[in-house]
């Protein structure tokens, strides 16, 4: 059979949208990763799909819709709650199951009275749908290797298995979409992805994540959804997956790779793999990165002769749950845990509430956790007028110097008036800080360390987590909080958050965001949650 690979057109799509009608499998694009369609109501035509792919039939397919109108097609009964999740996520990378119709048929759901619904946010998969019907499409590789963001992926494993590929670009997403049990009383995440657990409870008010996808599914258990198989997504070399903070991960890779196996690390480390096979999924922090790149640097591997591929392991919150889950079921769970401690980073600009949401931790969980408060180990190395910090810094700002000795408000008008003299300050500063954290979360025999760094990506201090979390707050709320505090004038104080980053790089960085509205109450609550949640405290 002939593979037409081709780019998204009127003419094009029309005969997609033919080929689907007249059952036959079709490569489409979507924004997760390309899918292998076939009209959902023809079992025959779904048949194909399964052949083409070499994928046993006991996995269940997702059914993809271009208008919530189509909903009714697919499903028998739609929770309310499902369709608060359509209108916050559709279209876009969420799967739900439901109560299936009688139009599904069982091939599609694996035999369970269950689908998986969603409506892709790519237009060339949502208009050939509409030209067709809903479509049942899995990923559209060969089964149990990694899935195709990029159409030569699918070419290289269709080619001459069915007619026809849409080439639309690469993924903007690049793991499958989120799949959410809706069938029970609280939703259940069976298979993580952009869409996270803290989103859908913060439409739905509650909702928790699977276990098996940490450990896979328990021996003879079925799988409900697409992607809980227990080998999945993996290239022919076998992977081993470090979890835990980037630090900790890379000591572990240089410790164990061999120059004739493969690395996947991030930005901060490619560096060291020179003189290997190495590839960056990029920033430790950057989960969107880590998601597009994750697939398609597995399928580099398979066209190489490495042995073994060495995988550093992305922080599993805030979005990287996606990526920890396909690296994990690629290493059939082959999991080397690195960090010894839960090192939990807790930044965020001036007057957020960072101090008081580590105090409420420490409260309801006295004796438990190791707190270190950044600021105040950079002042203790201070108060030595005569150790190595402090004459490191009077070397480069000596106007700072008074009666012979650092004078900490003097350095402070110095470094709070130059964006520049502050990063400078920073860079001096920031790796005997960090040497003294280190001495002393070594000394500390708690399993959980909070760490209190209003520069924690900055000075570097997040490779050491095992998660980050931002505390912000509304501007207003901020300085009220830092005339209070810090008893300066209103005109210090803005110029102090001039020379710091606004409430999205923190949203952009950190694992877990925090909002702090004022209400001492609401910001127990919320420690107390993150505690629970992350921080395993018992």
């Not at 994750?294 to 990287?320: M, N, W, Y």
């Not at 920890?324 to 080397?336: I, K, P, S, T």
């Not at 924690?456 to 998660?467: A, H, Y």
């Amino acid at each position: 059979m002939e593979t037409l690979l081709l780019a998204p057109s009127e003419e094009s799509l029309d005969k997609a949208a033919r080929l689907l009608l007249e059952g036959q499998v079709v490569g489409i694009p979507t924004e997760t990763v390309y899918g292998l369609a076939a009209d959902a109501f023809n079992p025959q035509a779904v048949e194909k799909i399964f052949r083409a792919k070499g994928r046993p039939q006991d996995n269940p397919l997702i059914v993809h819709i271009s208008d919530i109108s189509q909903l009714e097609l697919v499903a028998e009964r739609v929770p309310k709650a499902a369709l608060k999740l359509a209108a916050a996520f559709w279209p876009g990378p969420l799967t739900m199951i439901m109560k299936k119709s009688q139009n599904i048929p069982d091939i599609v759901s694996a035999g369970l009275d269950t689908v998986g619904i969603r409506m892709p946010l790519h237009k060339a998969a949502r208009e050939i749908i509409s030209k067709s019907r809903p479509l049942a499409a899995p990923s559209a590789n060969t089964s149990g290797k990694p899935s195709p963001t990029e159409a030569m992926h699918v070419f290289e494993d269709m080619h001459g298995k069915i007619p026809l590929i849409i080439d639309g670009g690469a993924c903007s997403v690049g793991v499958e979409s989120t799949v959410v049990d809706m069938t029970g009383e609280i939703p259940r995440v069976l298979r993580p992805g952009a869409v996270t657990e803290e989103m859908i409870a913060e439409v739905l008010g509650a909702a928790e994540t699977d276990e098996a996808t940490k450990k896979g599914l328990a021996k003879g258990q079925t799988a409900r959804s697409p992607g809980m198989k227990y080998r999945h997504y993996a290239p022919k070399a076998p992977v081993v997956l470090y979890e835990g903070a980037p630090e900790d991960t890379f000591k572990a890779i240089s410790e164990n790779a061999l120059p004739q196996e493969g690395v996947i690390c991030f930005d901060e480390y490619i560096g060291y793999f020179d003189d290997m096979q190495a590839l960056s999924l990029g920033p430790s922090w950057d989960h969107h990165s880590h998601d597009r790149h994750v697939f398609s640097h597995l399928r580099h591997f398979d066209s190489t002769d490495v042995a073994k591929i060495h995988v550093q392991c992305p922080r599993e919150f805030g979005g990287g749950e996606g990526s920890a889950n396909r690296l994990r079921r690629a290493a059939g769970f082959n999991c080397v845990i690195c960090s010894s401690k839960t090192v939990a980073g807790i930044t965020g600009p001036s007057g957020g509430g960072k101090s008081a949401f580590c105090r409420n931790i420490l409260s309801l969980f006295p004796g438990n956790i190791l707190y270190i408060d950044a600021d105040e180990v950079y002042h203790r190395l201070l108060s030595d007028p005569l150790g190595c910090l402090s004459q490191k810094i009077l070397e480069s700002f000596p106007e700072a110097r008074q009666d012979g000795r650092l004078q900490r408000g003097l350095l402070a008008q110095v470094v709070f008036r130059s964006k520049a003299r502050l990063e400078l300050l920073n860079k001096i500063a920031h790796k005997a800080v960090l040497e003294e954290i280190r001495r002393l979360m070594e000394e500390s025999s708690r399993p959980v360390v909070l760490l209190d760094v209003p520069l924690l990506f900055e000075s570097g201090l997040d490779r050491i987590c095992t998660i980050t979390a931002g505390i912000i707050s509304e501007k207003e709320q901020r300085l009220k909080r830092v005339l209070s505090r810090d008893n300066i004038s209103e005109s210090d104080a803005l110029m102090r958050f001039e020379n710091q980053p606004d409430a999205a790089f923190y949203e952009q960085r950190c694992d877990i965001i925090v909002k702090n509205d004022g209400d001492e109450d609401g910001l127990l609550g919320k420690s107390k949650a993150f505690a629970e949640k992350y921080l395993t405290v018992k």
